[in-house]
């Protein structure tokens, strides 16, 4: 299996995507060219970067596989996790729900809600545990005060928009696009200042 990621989980850039497409990308297209383009577009939207599957044709296959990866080896095996329940179910809510503001209240609510015994603490632990994968960041929210931004909720952003593909419900453009954005800005930061891993750790919200 090709590796699958490289050191900062930021995998084949939109160029080297439509590289790998055999696509050369020039000032002026017919319009069959710009067609294409935007349709190779919405697939890099929906399924990544992910150099194996750009280049596979079992894309869902093998980003089931990767999907489960991370959650087996990167997060329940690495951190000795016990209750595997809550484990798979905070997984799975964090990669539908990427783009988007999240708190453990509402984590621990959900778990409650859907019959499973746990305590708040053991989420706010697991959740920690996850971003540590270096697969998922958790942004704080932008205030110039610093009880503010330590509080939750976090907004969740993913390295691959891929990785939701085996447990997304609907295609939501608008939030593929903002996590496809985020993991550009933050990879052009990264190659400005290679000695810093994360360099966005805020997020802000229009109305407070």
């Given at each position: 299996?090709?590796?699958?990621?490289?050191?900062?989980?930021f995998r084949s850039a939109?160029?080297?995507f439509l590289k790998a497409k055999n696509i050369d990308v020039r000032p002026l297209l017919t319009l069959d060219e710009a067609a294409k383009i935007k349709a190779l577009l919405r697939e890099y939207l929906e399924l990544g970067g992910f150099p194996e599957v750009v280049l596979n044709e079992m894309k869902t296959k093998i980003l089931k596989e990767y999907s489960?990866?991370?959650?087996?080896?990167?997060?329940?095996?690495?951190?000795?996790?016990?209750?595997?329940?809550?484990?798979?179910?905070i997984h799975s809510f964090i990669l539908q729900?990427?783009?988007r503001e999240v708190?453990?209240?509402?984590?621990?609510?959900?778990?409650?809600?859907?019959g499973m015994k746990v305590a708040k603490d053991t989420v706010y632990s697991y959740v920690?545990?996850?971003?540590?994968?270096?697969?998922?960041?958790?942004?704080?929210?932008?205030s110039e005060k610093a009880y503010l931004r330590e509080t939750w909720?976090?907004?969740?952003?993913?390295?691959?928009?891929?990785?939701?593909?085996?447990?997304?419900?609907?295609?939501?453009?608008?939030?593929?696009?903002e996590n496809i954005v985020?993991?550009?800005?933050?990879?052009?930061?990264?190659?400005?200042?290679?000695?810093?891993?994360?360099?966005?750790?805020?997020?802000?919200?229009k109305g407070g």
């Open positions: 299996m090709v590796e699958l990621y490289h050191f900062y989980c939109s160029g080297s489960d990866l991370i959650l087996f080896r990167d997060f329940i095996e690495r951190h000795s996790v016990k209750n595997i329940e809550i484990a798979r179910f729900n990427f783009s708190s453990i209240a509402s984590l621990f609510k959900k778990a409650m809600d859907g920690s545990n996850l971003e540590d994968t270096v697969s998922f960041f958790f942004l704080k929210k932008y909720p976090k907004k969740i952003y993913l390295c691959d928009t891929g990785l939701s593909k085996a447990v997304r419900f609907h295609e939501d453009i608008g939030k593929l696009m985020f993991s550009r800005v933050e990879e052009d930061a990264e190659q400005k200042s290679p000695t810093r891993v994360f360099l966005l750790e805020r997020y802000w919200r």
